[in-house]
T-cell receptor
Framework: DAGITQSPRHKVTETGTPVTLRCHQTENHRYMYWYRQDPGHGLRLIHY???????DKGEVSDGYSVSRSKTEDFLLTLESATSSQTSVYFC????????????FGQGTRLTVV | GESVGLHLPTLSVQEGDNSIINCAYSNSASDYFIWYKQESGKGPQFIIDIRSNMDKRQGQRVTVLLNKTVKHLSLQIAATQPGDSAVYFC??????????FGAGTRLFVKA
């Protein structure tokens, strides 16, 4: 899948605990994104990055933070997980900004209990 | 507000028949449209895209049609195969990081 690895693939965590999801790419693409996918909704953008240390908020950024210290890694952190953050999280990369196809990782299924 | 939707949440077709999946969009400023396929347990996979200066674009067994007058997008799959069973969703973009994804249509292919 276009050299994108998400880890972990599955995680169950308790409410109030911090969680970090990792996205690693081997494509050297400039742009990276975190989405969440919930039943009845299309993919919703949480945060995106347009370069090392360059990030910005997406549509549903509350409760999430990101970091990108290297081109290949984009981390998503839930500072204090809540049940509403139970979802499937996808990382995506693209070579240019959004007027081009995106490549998605396999997803991380996160359950907050 | 801006939205991307699908007319049919579930579509069942016979193997070998053609499939048509529809999508409506509401932002007239959108100039780039994409169809993705998502198989169970996997991430979305790019199928085909089209820009607003085109009405039709063909790929391998797939065709995307864009009707800007009625803000409608469709994906046609020729000679549908069991491996085509998946969720298909469209996305619209007006540039930058403003992409909106539809919720998806599940395609079932009956053998």
């Amino acid at each position: 899948d276009a050299g994108i690895t998400q880890s972990p693939r599955h995680k169950v965590t308790e409410t109030g605990t911090p969680v970090t999801l990792r996205c690693h790419q081997t494509e050297n693409h400039r742009y990276m994104y975190w989405y969440r996918q919930d039943p009845g909704h299309g993919l919703r953008l949480i945060h995106y990055s347009y370069g090392v240390k360059d990030t910005d908020k997406g549509e549903v950024s509350d409760g999430y933070s990101v970091s990108r210290s290297k081109t290949e890694d984009f981390l998503l952190t839930l500072e204090s997980a809540t049940s509403s953050q139970t979802s499937v999280y996808f990382c995506a990369i693209s070579l240019q900004d959004w007027d081009t196809e995106a490549f998605f990782g396999q997803g991380t299924r996160l359950t907050v209990v | 507000g801006e939205s991307v939707g699908l007319h049919l949440p579930t579509l069942s077709v016979q193997e070998g028949d053609n499939s048509i999946i529809n999508c409506a969009y509401s932002n007239s400023a959108s100039d780039y449209f994409i169809w993705y396929k998502q198989e169970s347990g996997k991430g979305p996979q790019f199928i085909i895209d089209i820009r607003s200066n085109m009405d039709k674009r063909q790929g391998q067994r797939v065709t995307v049609l864009l009707n800007k007058t009625v803000k409608h997008l469709s994906l046609q799959i020729a000679a549908t195969q069991p491996g085509d069973s998946a969720v298909y969703f469209c996305a619209e973009s007006s540039g930058g990081f403003k992409t909106i994804f539809g919720a998806g249509t599940r395609l079932f292919v009956k053998a």
